[in-house]
Nanobody, 121 residues
Framework: EVQLVESGGGLVQPGGSLRLSCVASGFTVGNYYMGWFRRAPGKEREGVATIAIYGRTMYADSVKGRFTISQDKAKNTLYLQMNSLKPEDTAMYYC???????????????WGRGTQVTVSS
């Protein structure tokens, strides 16, 4: 059974950093296309960053240069390093995985329950 469990969210001041983790089970990270999505209150779910099985990474324009997606195959974990956080980054962040490359389309087959990130002074 495929499971994704996110952690690492919290309250951080503008300009601060957080690292989100997504522990995968039931499959091997690196063999699936994976991504991070977020949903802010009153807004649609949006893609933040994705990583392909061959290592290609993609970022939303709003996070380029500030966020980095990576994976640790030994720990079977996907990460999202978030630096220079802004209030508009406040959202529930979700990890997603699939055998198909959905890029930023939210049609991934597997989703975690999310971790809340709040950026506020």
């Amino acid at each position: 059974e495929v499971q994704l469990v996110e952690s690492g969210g919290g309250l951080v001041q503008p300009g601060g950093s957080l690292r989100l983790s997504c522990v995968a089970s039931g499959f091997t990270v690196g063999n699936y296309y994976m991504g991070w999505f977020r949903r802010a209150p009153g807004k649609e779910r949006e893609g933040v960053a994705t990583i392909a099985i061959y290592g290609r990474t993609m970022y939303a324009d709003s996070v380029k240069g500030r966020f980095t997606i990576s994976q640790d195959k030994a720990k079977n974990t996907l990460y999202l390093q978030m630096n220079s956080l802004k209030p508009e980054d406040t959202a529930m962040y979700y990890c997603a995985a699939d055998r198909i490359d959905w890029w930023f389309v939210a049609k991934y087959n597997y989703w975690g329950r999310g971790t809340q990130v709040t950026v506020s002074s």
